[in-house]
């Protein structure tokens, strides 16, 4: 209960579940926001989430699954028998299907689509072979299309004898075929009621519209929107045949959820989005996964120790500074890895900006290496005069370590998603373990190796033991 006496949403689901009142459930999923219902359902136990589906219906479920993530959403269906998955799935729009099948494990999408519809099944296969992060991963196939003969009136009776299965199509636009089946134009609707009733499709559309392919990438489609004000896009093959639409909405969409698992992974969460309703097992997976690969190039990192181990005897001081150095070094790096991938993502940088990057990056590394190196000179000095060790120029030279690894560790950042992507490795995924290492590894030899030459050339005396 929270502090006004009402129920949470999911303990509402719940008496309204025990009291089998399908129009009471209904409109109260109606009245929650996505959001809401996402939470919601994240509190119902596997049994009560199947229940609430049962009991909704094949349409209403579809319906309200499409309103979650393909995740959330995805796991729904998986939690289903075979059966019942695919009467809902047939009910979903093209695209939304095809995102729940894509999301799930290949033997359960598999069984799922032998018992849909074979029209339906047949479909969301071809959307399948596509690749998610494309126009032909994320197009619908449901849209309207006529010959360029058709008449105006034609079309307008077709669209009044179909309006509620059109209805889900979000009709913005009719496209026109030629002959061959090629798409020649396109109508927008308030043209066609306008227009006289006997006039043809071939007199009032706009001839040699735009449009995409199927291949074309999510940020190909981004800037395609952004230049054109349009509601969708057509989508062909190389021959101009027409095989779905692609909607502002969706590409927004699929490009947000693109970042979101970018930035997922590169928090180390491998396969993007994870809920903490999944089952514990495949949460561990996600994790452990990226922690095996980042506890050998931390050992790699940490072998560098050993190597100054007289310099360290000499000057414990320089104990004080390894964590500082690895955090504050790794974070300067992490900030350009993070600003490449999402340039990456963007479509604004590719590998071959790798001069530029190092460019743009050296000159924030220089002001923010020499502003941390300075902080950290005064306060290595501090600690040499308050521990008594009265060592001169240690400070300066802990001071320059910062400075010099701080670029080196911006410059690593910047550079290594866009080395990993051109030998089309996951730079979200790689980028993140190996620029810490790296800059770990090059922080403390960089402090080491400066203290261990100047004792070398009498800079450096170590203190009396």
Known sequence: MNELGQRESWEEIRLLLDAQDVPALNHFLDTLTPGAVARAFTRLDESERHDVLMLLGPEEAADLIEELSDTQGSDLVEELAAEEAAAIVDEMESHHRADILGEMDEDDAEAILRRMDPEEAEDARKLLEYGEETAGGIMATEFVCYAQETSVGDVIRDLRDNAERYSDFGVQYAYVNSERGTLVGVVRLRDLILAPAKMTLGSLMIVNPLYVLADTSLEDLEQFFDRYPFYSVPVTDEAQQMLGVVRRAEAEEALSE???????????????????????????????????????????????????????????????????????????????????????????????????????????GFINGFMLGSVVIIVAFSLDRIQGYQVPYLALFIGLAFFINTMVAVCLGGVIPLILKRFKADPALGAPPIQTTLTDMVGLFIMFALAAIAMHFGFLEAPPS
């Open 258 to 364: 693109n970042i979101e698992k970018s930035f997922m992974r590169f928090g180390g969460i491998i396969g993007g989005e994870e809920l903490r309703s999944m089952p514990t097992q495949e949460r561990v997976t996600r994790r452990m996964v990226w922690l095996g690969i980042n506890l050998p190039l931390s050992m790699l990192a940490a072998a560098v120790i050993p190597i100054f181990e007289e310099t360290i005897v000499d000057f414990p001081v320089l104990l004080f500074f390894i964590p500082i150095i690895g955090n504050l070094c790794g974070c300067s790096g992490n900030q350009a890895v993070a600003v490449s991938i999402r340039e990456l993502t963007l479509g604004l940088i590719n590998p071959s900006d790798m001069i530029r990057v190092l460019r743009k990056e050296l000159q924030v």
